[in-house]
């Protein structure tokens, strides 16, 4: 059986004062795509788009109107669309006093905390580069970078975190 290896190696941590970024494996992404009413139908009362909702056990992302991303455990899909993202993105955690400081350094998004708050994400590019990131505490993020590039926004990071 193949095995999933990271892009970033096995050392995927960084630490600086008021900042730590590691690499969060171990995660299940999939796409869901389809007519509002069969989303309605598979996932209940859609969350607005840059809201992120859900349990212990499943958080929904609306990122287009007719597409959402769901992290964890998947409902019935009967009349959608599903597409596995989990083994084509690497997930980066950024925590700490600073990480919205980094954040702010590397996309153009407005990171304040009255703003962007627990639960919201946002899908911006850092490096040129697409990524989605998500707000899970008040200084607790998650990146989802392309797997192709993840190597090339964890480099980014590291070196932004490096002046933070």
């Known amino acids: ?20 970024l590691r690499e969060a494996p171990g995660f299940d992404l999939t796409q869901l795509a ?9 996932l209940g009362d859609l969350p607005d788009f840059g809201q992120a909702t859900g349990t212990k056990d499943q958080t929904v992302m609306r990122v ?7 992290l964890g455990e998947l409902p019935r899909t009967i009349g959608l669309h599903v597409t596995p993202l989990s083994s084509s993105r690497t997930r980066i ?3 700490g006093e ?22 919201h994400f946002v899908m911006t590019g850092i490096h040129h580069t697409p990524v989605l990131i998500h707000c899970r505490k008040p200084n607790q993020f998650h ?7 993840a190597l090339s926004v964890w480099e980014w990071l590291v070196d932004a975190a490096r002046t933070a």
Not at 1 to 20: D, I, W
Not at 100 to 111: G, I, K, Q, S
């Open 98 to 119: 600073k990480a919205r400081a980094l954040l702010l350094a590397c996309a153009a998004v407005d990171f304040d905390a009255s703003t962007f708050k627990s639960g």
């Open 64 to 70: 287009s109107p007719s597409q959402v991303w769901v």
């Open 143 to 149: 990146i989802y970078a392309m797997r192709s590039f």
């Open 34 to 42: 389809g007519e509002e009413k069969a989303l309605k139908r598979a």
């Open 93 to 95: 955690a950024v925590e």
């Open 1 to 20: 059986m193949l095995e999933t290896h990271s892009p970033l190696g096995t050392n995927a941590s960084f630490e600086t004062p008021g900042l730590s």
